[in-house]
């Protein structure tokens, strides 16, 4: 990476309680940008996370507060001060909104915007809240990473004048997962016999849970001992009720509705999967998707971008709500070897194009543009 050094403030809360996707994001970074020679000084609402990855000589934990503040007063009132007291250069907000009465240049990670599409997956109050934090940290921003061409696209339908600060930076794999467990052994940890279906990531309405456990029942009559492993916790609005929803369809024990679950576990699941399925209308990037592939699993998504961009020669297709469609796909991945050979193939060749290392190096390069480095 480049030599120049930098300060870098960071937002750190991503890693705080149990980190998902966003989360990992910014662990991935971190992980690689210790050794840039940079000094990293990571905020936190109260005390810092309890990561490794901050443990290195390059990172300092900033704990602000006592964990009460809600996030806006967190970010507005103590985080500006605390960083005009550490001298930092540039400042790296890694999900949607930065802090935006800092006298610093700003380079904040959007992902997607959903809540401008699809408001109607967010309670009234939190989606208008959202817009506006987005809107006010775009513009406050220098740069803007984004994770797919697709996000490209939306931010620039949204906000056409401020299209110039985005920077196309794609995900990486899954390099920072516990190393693969033998198949046989993660399929008796987690107690299968059968085909295993998987499904990773916060359950969303935009991402057709229900039609997927329909298309479940179907195909479990074709697949006697199928199991479908749901990884994510339920953030739906309206919130569904998935117990009940299971219940109705038959499904029984043929579901697992896991919530969320560790590295090891995620380690575990991917092992011991014949398919992995992401049926999102809307999608930022995918990152649950690419892991998969690169641990092997084949891959049925939503035809919808970014999904079907990104993994679209690596992966089965399908309209995400079409239930009698996704069952086939499924039974396809299950029953057609030469057909599993081929995903396997092409989905392990695109996860190779991708790197972590990778994605921290342009994003630094963002950080570094930014200070005027």
């Not at 050094?5 to 690689?32: A, I, Q, S, W």
């Not at 401020?162 to 987690?190: F, Q, S, Y």
């Amino acid at each position: 990476m480049a030599s120049s050094p930098l300060v870098v403030g960071v937002d750190g809360r991503e890693l705080t309680g149990r980190p998902t996707g966003t989360g990992r994001y910014l662990r991935n970074l971190l992980r690689h940008w210790r050794d840039t020679g940079d000094r990293l000084v990571c905020y936190f609402n109260g005390p810092p996370a309890l990561d490794p990855v901050l443990d290195h000589p390059a990172v300092s934990k900033r704990p602000l507060g006592d964990g009460c503040a809600r996030g806006l007063a967190w970010q507005e009132r103590l985080v500006p001060p605390a960083a005009a007291a550490d001298r930092i250069d540039v400042f790296f907000s890694p999900a949607y909104s930065c802090p935006l009465s800092l006298a610093v240049p700003r380079v904040t990670a959007v992902h997607d915007l959903s809540f401008f599409a699809l408001p109607e997956d967010f309670a009234f109050a939190d989606a208008l809240r959202r817009r506006i934090l987005v809107g006010l940290s775009l513009q406050a921003s220098t740069r803007v990473p984004v994770c797919s061409e697709f996000t490209r696209r939306e931010l620039a339908r949204l906000f056409p004048s401020l299209a110039g600060k985005a920077v196309h930076v794609p995900l990486g794999p899954d390099d920072d997962l516990p190393a693969p467990a033998p198949r046989d052994e993660a399929r008796r940890r987690l107690g299968i016999d059968g085909p295993c279906i998987l499904t990773v990531g916060a359950i969303l309405n935009r991402r057709c849970l229900p039609e997927l456990l329909r298309a479940t029942a179907r195909l479990a009559q074709r697949h006697p001992r199928l199991v479908l492993d749901v990884v994510g916790e339920n953030r739906t609005h309206p919130r569904l009720d998935l117990p009940r929803a299971v219940a109705a369809l038959g499904l029984g024990d043929r579901v697992r509705l896991s919530g969320f679950v560790d590295d090891q576990g995620l380690a575990d699941r991917y092992a011991a999967a014949d398919a992995a399925v992401f049926l999102s209308e809307y999608e930022g990037f995918g990152l649950p998707a690419l892991e998969a592939a690169a641990r092997g699993v084949p891959l049925v998504v939503a035809r919808a971008p970014s999904l079907g961009e990104i993994f679209g020669d690596a992966a089965v297709l399908v309209d995400p709500r079409d239930e009698s469609a996704v069952a086939a796909a499924l039974d396809r991945v299950l029953s057609d070897g030469a057909l599993r050979e081929r995903l396997v193939g092409t989905g392990r060749d695109l996860a190779a194009r991708h790197s972590w290392a990778e994605t921290a190096r342009r994003t630094r390069a963002a950080l570094q543009e930014a200070a005027g480095r």
